[in-house]
């Protein structure tokens, strides 16, 4: 069997891969296109260490055959630095010390940029609810939610 | 966790995916919608197709509009667009509700409707809410349509009634009556988890008295299951704490052979799904009466 052609937009740049029918959008971030940053915590759904943007909506990169990319746009935590100038999502991660052994971050960080897109300015309850679809083994989440409310209002202050 | 490998087809029409369906084994290929239900099941080598054939790519079966009483909800269109639909929420609170909760954004964002139909689990709200307010299901196979009501559709756990070669084009959600008081209400580890049990309520007051009753009870035993007789209690009086639990004490001892697993056991889920009735049927009832009816 051939390897399947796709053609891509992954953090902002255009991007061709070949990969096999079966492999996980996850699978070929990392295995084919060594993009790491995206992390595999469960490939069932559950814990959302692998999400990324998909055409601007956050979805479970190990729930998604990469053939099914095929001429969208996928947003990934590497995109988030513009050079050595960190995404204010993650200056506060780091601030609020909002993580410890780290798998769980790229998932959360890309999570909470696709809920402060849409809502600049979320309640607490409201960043509880959207970050549900992300586990962390480490923190308790509250230094998470923080972080997110910190950024949030750094970053519509930036707006203003 | 790599899937076995399969190959893959993403045809653009209904037709060809119709097509390609016939020239197959059914046995064989599988349809991917959402793929938040079937990934899983192929990541963890649960499910090993030769063939996997993704809807994604058909654009006439997304969409939801408003038909004759009710609501046209494309079989791909996905919980992310059922939340973000403003036709929705002006014409069916309930199955909006029931939408928010299902799963994470992230599940939300690519699970389409049709999608949980077919999974029919029997934990999942949409087949409740479907059997609740009468929905019907329309599939297109080598036969052509066939519209199947909600209570014949379901079967029991993750088994419908659809035929091997048919496809889910469409979900038919009739609009709430002028009136209708409603409640969904579950019982779960977390928000978005599938519920352990759930119930749904509908009716309406006529000069005070019930009428068009619906309790369904969902998560508790092979399939969301209509409760005619705590329905036939209500029937006809007017509401009151004594009759909702008496309800309650009808949906528990009428539920046949409650699912009894790690989450719960069969004893638990029978008084949960007495206790959630009564909630849900006062729920329904202060919904009926805020509305004037
Ligand atoms: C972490 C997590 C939490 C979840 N929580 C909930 C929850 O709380 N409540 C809930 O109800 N669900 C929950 N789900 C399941 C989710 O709602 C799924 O999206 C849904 O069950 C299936 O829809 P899908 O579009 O993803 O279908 P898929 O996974 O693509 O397909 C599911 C099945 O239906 C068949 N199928 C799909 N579409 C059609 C069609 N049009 N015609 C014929 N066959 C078709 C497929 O062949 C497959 O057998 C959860 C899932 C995850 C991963
Ligand atoms: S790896 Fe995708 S949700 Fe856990
Ligand atoms: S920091 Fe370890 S899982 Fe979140």
């Known amino acids: 069997m051939s390897k399947r052609h796709v053609t891509t937009t992954i953090d902002g740049e255009g991007r061709e891969f ?4 079966w492999q996980t959008l996850l ?6 296109l060594m993009k790491t940053g995206t992390k595999e915590g469960c490939g069932t759904g559950d814990c959302g260490a692998c999400s990324v943007l998909l055409d601007g909506r956050l979805v479970c990169s190990c729930l998604m055959l990469a053939a099914e990319a095929e001429g969208r746009v996928i947003e990934t935590v590497e995109g988030m630095a513009e050079g050595d100038r960190l995404h204010p999502l993650q200056q506060h991660f780091l601030q609020e010390a909002a993580l410890q052994c780290g798998i769980c971050t790229p998932g959360f960080l890309v999570a909470a940029r696709a809920l402060l897109a849409q809502n600049p300015d979320p309640s607490e309850r409201e960043v509880r609810f959207w970050l549900a679809g992300n586990l962390c083994r480490c923190t308790g989440y509250d230094k998470i939610v923080r972080a997110v409310l910190a950024a949030a209002a750094e970053m519509r202050g930036a707006e203003a | 966790m790599k899937p076995a490998p399969f190959e893959y087809a993403a045809p653009p029409t209904l037709d060809e995916a119709l097509a390609i369906l016939s020239e197959n084994d059914p046995d064989e290929v599988k349809i991917l919608a959402g793929g938040q239900s079937l990934m899983p099941l192929l990541n963890m080598r649960l499910a090993r197709p030769e063939l996997l054939l993704d809807l994604t790519r058909i654009d006439e079966l997304g969409g939801i509009s408003a038909r004759n009483g009710g609501l046209s909800i494309g079989a791909l269109a996905t919980k992310r667009d059922v939340e973000d639909s403003a036709l929705v929420r002006e014409r069916n609170p309930l199955f909006m509700e029931s939408t928010i909760m299902i799963g994470h954004p992230q599940i939300r964002n690519r699970g389409t409707v049709g999608g949980s139909m077919v999974q029919a689990d029997p934990a999942a709200e949409y087949p409740a809410v479907a059997v ?16 199947i009501e909600a209570d014949d559709f379901f079967i029991t756990y993750l088994t419908t009634s659809l035929e091997p070669g048919e496809i889910l084009t469409e979900v038919r959600i009739p609009d709430l009556a002028a009136g209708t008081g409603w409640s969904i209400q579950e019982l779960a580890r977390r928000h978005g988890d599938f519920a352990i049990v759930g119930a749904v309520a509908m009716l309406r007051l006529e000069s005070g008295i019930c009428v068009d009753l619906r309790v369904v009870i969902f998560g508790a035993s092979d399939r969301a299951r209509r409760h005619s007789e705590a329905e036939a ?3 006809g009086e007017r509401p009151s704490a004594a009759l909702f639990d008496a309800a309650g004490r009808a949906v528990g001892q009428s539920l046949e052979d409650p699912t009894d697993d790690v989450h719960a056991s069969a004893e638990y889920r029978r008084d949960l799904a007495r206790v959630l009735c009564v909630r849900t049927l006062t729920e329904a009832v202060e919904r009926a009466e805020g509305s004037g009816g």
């Not at chain 2, 609740?132 to 519209?147: D, I, K, N, T, Y």
């Open chain 1, 18 to 21: 070949l990969c096999e029918d």
């Open chain 1, 27 to 32: 699978d070929v971030l990392r295995d084919v």
């Open chain 2, 132 to 147: 609740a307010l009468g929905a019907e299901l329309v599939a297109r196979g080598p036969g052509g349509e066939r519209v």
């Open chain 2, 233 to 235: 209690l209500l029937a």
